[in-house]
């Protein structure tokens, strides 16, 4: 999987991020607040991504459904959802198979990415979420609020081979903490996952 990353060296980020903390702390605002928060990630090192550009970019499959998909880390399958009529169009990206998001771009179980499908008509899907390898997951307590994202093979149980873990910043905005492929033995364990 290829990502089109922001990339900022990190001396800068770091004098950048000491600006925009300085402007948080006069004035309160939540634009200043995102861009301290992206560069607080770049100042780790961190490579950031626009999701809705991922998903993009990634392309798409004739039914509509996207190539790309993303849900949290700890899920075990991951359903997608294109509504096409809605205003802005957008993809919902779900960890349970019936839940919703009327509002926020990232919900307890769901991820709303907006962004323009070639479907013409309603179509979901569902695939097996990669694990994270032990060297690269964090504690439980982290794992709830990071993300996976990956190529999809196709919308079924067939497991991924190449994810990445991502933790949200704020928007549209996400740091890549990892990346890695999965090997045979693993896409093999991953695909014995029963549908729920």
């Not at 179980?109 to 690269?136: D, E, I, L, Y």
Request: hydrophobic content about 40%.
């Amino acid at each position: 999987m290829n990502l089109a990353t922001i990339e900022i060296p990190v001396d800068e980020a770091k004098e950048r991020l000491a600006e925009y903390e300085a402007a948080v702390r006069q004035d309160r605002n939540a634009e200043d607040e995102a861009i301290a928060a992206g560069y607080r990630a770049a100042a780790r090192g961190l490579p950031i991504i626009r999701l809705s550009q991922a998903i993009a970019d990634g392309g798409w499959f004739d039914d509509g459904l996207p190539r790309i998909a993303v849900v949290r880390a700890d899920a075990q399958q991951c359903w997608v959802r294109v509504n096409h009529w809605q205003a802005p169009e957008q993809v919902l990206f779900s960890a349970t198979p019936d839940a919703d998001n009327r509002g926020a771009l990232v919900g307890r179980h769901t991820v709303r990415v907006p962004v323009k499908s070639p479907a013409r008509h309603w179509t979901r899907g569902r695939t097996v979420v990669p694990v994270v390898p032990p060297r690269f997951r964090p504690r439980p307590a982290r794992l709830r609020r990071c993300h996976t994202l990956w190529e999809v093979e196709s919308w079924t149980p067939e497991p991924p081979k190449d994810p990445a873990l991502l933790r949200h910043i704020r928007g549209d905005l996400w740091a890549v903490l990892a990346v890695w492929d999965l090997t045979e033995l693993e896409r093999a364990v991953l695909a014995q996952r029963s549908s729920p």
